[in-house]
């Protein structure tokens, strides 16, 4: 009888560790294409080297700081609506046919939103209260009037964007470095917020107050002043509202920046996180109605997750809506004011300051960007891409011009086709806490919107016997916000193609709106939804999505779990043939 041979225990240990190495080099060999989409997913990086350091320093990200924590789930104003912005440069054009052409391509792809400045050096030109172009003897308005027109004439509307003072507001005048700087008498700003907001009274209803107040040159040549800009936002909010109290203050977009330089040397630029801090010890709180944020993703794709101070990713405004969370803000949403990637051509290699992509990956990246923003950001509210066109190629050789959608003979770019398509799919309700006036709602019948201070945000949406709603969602769980009835009501609930169920609405004579389930633990993906009032009638005060499906997040977990495990034996057993070798 053959002698049975005693294997030594730390190398059984050792041949267990390499056949689950084997196993996994060869499934990774195997699905080569599909692993490298998923830690393309994770970091937003090309290459398989920064894939695997991107998720490496994405489980070291999880492991040692906690989520940013952003409130999804609170109601807030200006969300659930049409995402797709645009920035344009329509002042700049000279022929009035090529503005009309810029935005029927706009109307045409979808987009809803257009962000156009309005330079208070080109309206307010030679003088305080002078509104008339001495230079080419014309009313200095009249631009701005014929993109009012066209925009209503293509049902775009209007983001204004409010800053660029003229000369004669600042003792220095235009002097270099200090042409976009803060007038000296800041009230000269709010006269000028009154005049446009006076103006254009129910046409335009959105106003962005200056742009990157945080860096160099956009608050002059001077340090960065959190405190004197909050001032000027003061000023601009009250003045506003005193024209319009209907119109809809956006704070200035902050540039992002990780430059953390001590504020005692007066640093130029700030960061944004920082910026945003000192603006609410300033008094922020109160003086806007919707955050302006910088969102571009620069040298990473839309779908890096790192999120961390030193990184100026697509994922950084996560941060910024944790510190509006902290002051007690999240009833109120962000809005992109600027979003893209740059498409550089490989031949310009002198400088790259906003990192590199292809026209191709551009369009997948631009795509990508809208899509985890409404799947996982319900604070996000519409996102402009930065930017349509030129109104020509005089600034090919500048790496910025390569943001755009359109060539300036209005040739478009892969992105504008790609946003085009993902413009014109179906609508659908997102997860998050969403108002009855989501863009995705089809109310069929006898509906009337109700404003009761009682309800959430101050209004509900009431159908009588017979109405229907009608929507698409993607989620697992759906709820129905409720109004309180004076009387008990029916409505039948049909998902899907299941049968329809009568779900039963008691009166009730609480203050406060109530949640009712109708769809829980479903496959995760899209679901559609029609609900008919049977008997009575629903107070539909908002419509609660959720996705339960288990998050990525368990197979990086898993991965990070079965690294440790092998690190683990193959430590232990190099140790047990350390101490048999003793």
């Known amino acids: 009888m053959p002698r049975q041979r005693n294997i030594p225990k730390h190398k059984r240990w050792l041949a267990i560790t390499l056949a ?26 090309r290459t398989l080297g920064e894939q695997l350091k991107g998720t490496l320093a994405l489980a070291y990200l999880n492991l040692t700081q906690p989520t940013p924590e952003t409130e999804p789930y609170t109601p807030m104003r200006y969300t659930g609506i049409c995402p797709y912005g645009v920035n344009t440069f329509l002042e700049q054009e000279v022929e009035v046919a090529k503005i009309e052409r810029s935005l029927q391509m706009i109307s045409e792809a979808g987009f809803c939103w257009i962000r156009q400045e309005f330079p208070w050096e080109d309206i307010e030109i030679s003088a305080k209260g002078d509104y008339w172009d001495h230079k080419w003897d014309v009313d200095a308005w009249a631009k701005y009037d014929r993109i009012v027109d066209l925009a209503e004439q293509y049902d775009v509307q209007i983001i204004a964007r409010l800053d660029r003072p003229p000369a004669w507001s600042r003792a220095v005048g235009s002097a270099e470095g200090w042409t976009m700087a803060p007038p000296d008498d800041y009230e000269d700003f709010g006269d000028y917020v009154y005049a446009v907001v006076s103006r254009y009274k129910g046409r335009i209803r959105y106003y962005q107050i200056w742009n990157e107040p945080n860096i160099y040159p956009e608050w002059g040549d001077q340090p960065a002043d959190p405190a004197a800009y909050v001032k000027l936002l003061q000023i601009a909010y009250r003045r506003a509202k005193e024209a319009d109290p209907d119109c809809v203050i956006i704070s200035a977009a902050l540039a992002q920046t990780t430059e953390e330089t001590p504020l005692e040397f007066g640093p130029r630029n700030i960061s944004d996180l920082t910026y945003l801090e000192m603006m609410y010890d300033a008094g922020l709180a109160g003086n806007y109605d ?13 779908n890096d997750l790192r999120t961390s101070t030193d990184r100026a990713n697509f994922s950084r405004v996560q941060l910024l809506r944790q510190i509006m969370v902290k002051h007690g803000d999240s009833d109120k949403p962000i809005w992109a004011s600027e979003v893209g990637w740059n498409a550089q051509p490989a031949t310009m290699t002198e400088s790259v300051p906003y990192g590199r992509v292809t026209e191709e990956e551009q369009a997948a990246y631009a795509v990508q960007a809208y899509q985890r923003a409404a799947r996982n950001w319900p604070w996000m509210g519409v996102m402009n891409y930065w930017f349509l066109r030129r109104p020509s190629d005089a600034e090919i050789n500048q790496p910025w011009y390569y943001f755009r959608l359109l060539e300036p003979d209005f040739s478009p770019l892969p992105a504008y086709t790609a946003l085009t398509e993902l413009a014109h799919l179906p609508r659908k309700v997102l997860p998050g806490y969403f108002q009855e006036d989501h863009w995705a709602l089809d109310y069929q019948g006898a509906w009337q919107l109700v404003k009761d201070e009682q309800a959430v945000l101050g209004a509900y949406q009431q159908g009588s016997q017979g109405s229907e709603l009608q929507f698409s969602f993607e989620g697992t769980d759906m709820q129905l916000v409720v109004f309180p009835m004076t009387e008990a009501a029916v409505i039948a609930v049909t998902i899907d193609n299941r049968a329809p169920m009568d779900v039963q609405l008691a009166a009730s004579n609480s203050p406060n709106s109530q949640m009712v389930s109708l769809a829980w633990s479903l496959p995760a993906g899209s679901h559609q939804v029609r609900v008919v009032v049977s008997k009575g009638t629903l107070n539909l005060d908002g419509i609660i999505i959720r996705n339960t499906s288990r998050p990525q997040w368990l197979w990086i977990g898993g991965a990070v779990l079965l690294i440790a495990v092998a690190a683990f034996i193959i430590f232990h057993s190099r140790r047990g043939a350390r101490e048999g070798q003793s």
């Open 290 to 302: 919707i955050m302006g944020a910088m969102v571009y993703g620069l040298w990473t794709g839309p």
């Open 20 to 45: 689950i190495i084997a196993i996994i080099a060869a499934g990774l060999w195997f699905t080569q294409a599909q692993w490298r989409q998923v830690l393309a997913s994770w970091t937003g990086e």
